[in-house]
């Protein structure tokens, strides 16, 4: 609760407009000495370079934060090429991939993704130009290091790939792979009936025949997620990277992680939301910003019972509709500042025009789980 030193120094009342929700909170002038214990903790944890291998609900914010923005800004800037010219350019178009081992992980987290993750992110910013990247590591149920990658321009899955596999190749991955498939289907094709669900026999015979053709040295260890087909690039990137143990329906996760277990360039760290202030309070005087209240008015009025959350410090609206089309519906003031500061985050991360690659965003690859 304010206290009364609070109310005379000032404080305000803040909304920050994501694309899915409104949280309006108060914020108090706060120093360095106010840190609590536990954020010391963690900083000092954070240089010390100790990690206890799960993501925390904290960090899940904060990544949630700047990888929002950043997708939010992607996506509007989508939007308005698709209504100029009718294409999306793939300059900036996101990809999001997940990278497997195609055979039983062989050396230590840490040493994975030191020299196989980071050395696909330099290929990826070498061949292709890429700029910005997250990764969040996860463990599968066979125990296997797998990654969810994110990455700032459309790339063909075959390009991805290739890249992936030289690096697995590198390593000793393939030659595994390659000694696992040639036993397993020793004296000639065998059906995998535990993987019939989604790969059907036809599917797996095709498998074994590319296999054999190549000698097993190009197995499916990228998975491309269609997110032209997702109504909110955010929303979906967003929740799937961010799910903590506790949210996972109930399933925890089979092993801790070594190190750190996620990561991205410095700059998208930086990014925030869009805010704006709500109200203003000092020396016991309140000034209100009447173009923010009577959105929020709005949005209250369009909510359900269900879609606000409130207690004595936080408020949170859940919209029925994207940010984007309320701001349109109830004011224009408001979406201008919106889109400026989206604008701003992209003008940032991207001060030099890009070149325009040859191949179009529209291809999407669903491979088989081989």
Not at 50 to 60: C, D, E, F, H, W
Not at 135 to 149: D, M, S, T, V, Y
Request: hydrophobic share 30%; charged share 25%; glycine share 4%.
């Amino acid at each position: 609760m304010p206290t009364l030193q609070d109310r005379t120094q000032g404080f305000e009342t803040v909304a920050i407009l994501q694309p899915q929700s409104v949280t309006i909170y108060k914020s108090f002038p706060r120093s360095a000495r106010d840190q609590t214990e536990a954020e010391l903790a963690n900083l000092e944890k954070g240089k010390n370079g100790q990690y206890n291998g799960y993501l925390s609900p904290t960090s899940a914010r904060q990544i949630k934060k700047f990888l929002s923005s950043w997708l939010t800004s992607l996506e509007l800037q989508i939007h308005k090429q698709e209504k100029q010219t009718g294409r999306a350019s793939n300059r900036l178009y996101p990809t999001f991939v997940t990278l497997t081992l195609p055979a039983e992980q062989i050396h230590d987290d840490n040493f994975i993704k030191r020299h196989l993750l980071n050395r696909l992110i330099i290929r990826l910013k070498e061949k292709f130009d890429v700029q910005h990247y997250f990764w969040r590591a996860e463990p599968q149920k066979n125990g296997n290091l797998h990654f969810h990658l994110l990455i700032d321009r459309w790339i063909y899955w075959k390009d991805v790939r290739k890249l992936w596999n030289r690096i697995l190749d590198d390593h000793g991955y393939i030659d595994l792979y390659r000694q696992n498939q040639q036993l397993h289907h020793l004296g000639g094709f065998k059906l995998r009936p535990e993987l019939l669900k989604n790969w059907p026999e036809s599917r797996q015979r095709q498998a074994h025949k590319e296999g054999i053709e190549s000698n097993w040295s190009n197995p499916n260890t990228t998975d491309i997620h269609a997110i032209r087909k997702v109504k909110s690039l955010s929303a979906y990137v967003v929740k799937y990277v961010c799910k903590t143990p506790e949210q996972e329906e109930g399933q925890q996760q089979n092993r801790q992680i070594q190190g750190r277990i996620w990561g991205c360039n410095d700059q998208l760290r930086e990014l925030r939301h869009f805010r704006e202030t709500v109200s203003f309070t000092q020396n016991f005087q309140e000034f209100t910003n009447q173009t923010m209240s009577g959105y929020l008015r709005d949005l209250e009025k369009e909510a359900d019972e269900g879609d606000i959350f409130e207690d004595e410090y936080i408020k949170v609206i859940r919209l029925k509709k994207p940010q984007i089309e309320l701001l349109q519906q109830y004011s224009e003031e408001l979406l201008r500042s919106y889109l400026e500061h989206y604008s701003d985050i992209l003008t940032n991360l991207y001060p030099l025009p890009l070149e325009e690659s040859r191949q179009e965003p529209a291809i999407i690859h669903e491979p088989a789980p081989f």
